[in-house]
């Protein structure tokens, strides 16, 4: 079975602080993404990336940045976080673009 | 880009009916839609999902149809469980792309 960890299913911090949400996946996929769900806005892709220092900004990346050094890890990051980003995030990972995605559990952030 | 359409966003069901949601895309080169479903808690797990080059498909009690031709495909859940309940979510996606484009989500409630 598939494995997609995230560092941390709740976290709470200050408006202003840099945040650090981590996700890591145990099948060797190639392609991961980071989502933020929020109530009746679905799932929208914030960054993808293809590879190994690879990244593309997806739907709504404003004030967020990535990094992939690892093909099994993939970090999302806050660099001053703020109110509005008070959301649930979600990794994902996928072995081709039109193949099965799996989540993670999901982190849900509190910014204050 | 592509832009996917859900509805509806709640749906609310006695236990033993049936239970349907639709989708509708916009970028005809769209060829991969599955369908996942979100437990309480937990990050969205695949339940099935269909190719372009396919109009139906099902499993036990789960069928999606698709129409290329209207753009829209739909999920059905007969003899719905309680266990069924959760959000449901569309998406659309092609090989170009690299990524997958989502609904807003369905919240479907089974009442025993």
């Known amino acids: 079975d598939v494995k997609v960890t995230q560092s941390s299913r709740y976290l709470v911090k200050r408006t202003g602080e840099k945040v650090f949400l981590e996700c890591v996946q145990d099948m060797d996929h190639e392609n991961m993404f980071w989502y933020r769900q929020d109530p009746g806005l679905g799932l929208r892709l914030i960054y993808f990336?293809?590879?190994?220092?690879?990244?593309e900004k997806g739907d709504i990346p404003e004030g967020y940045s990535v990094s992939r050094e690892k093909k099994e890890r993939f970090s999302l990051i806050l660099e001053s976080a703020s109110t509005n980003q008070t959301s649930m995030y979600l990794c994902a990972s996928t072995q081709g673009g039109q193949e099965t995605q799996y989540f993670g559990p999901g982190t849900r952030l509190l910014v204050l | 880009g592509e832009n996917v359409e859900q509805h509806p966003s709640t749906l609310s069901v006695q236990e033993g009916d049936s239970a349907v949601i639709k989708c509708t895309y916009s970028?005809?080169?769209?060829?991969?839609f599955p369908w996942y479903k979100q437990e309480l808690g937990k990050g969205p797990q695949l339940i099935i999902d269909?190719?372009?080059?396919?109009g139906e498909k099902k499993d036990q009690r789960i069928a999606v149809t698709l129409n290329k031709t209207a753009k829209h495909f739909s999920l059905h859940i007969t003899e719905t469980q309680p266990e069924d309940s959760a959000v449901y979510f569309c998406?659309?996606?092609?090989?170009?792309?690299?990524?997958?484009?989502f609904g807003d989500g369905t919240t479907l409630t089974v009442k025993p």
């Open positions: 269909i190719r372009s080059n396919v």
């Open positions: 990336s293809y590879d190994v220092k690879m990244k």
């Open positions: 970028d005809s080169a769209s060829n991969y």
């Open positions: 998406a659309a996606s092609n090989a170009n792309a690299g990524k997958s484009t």
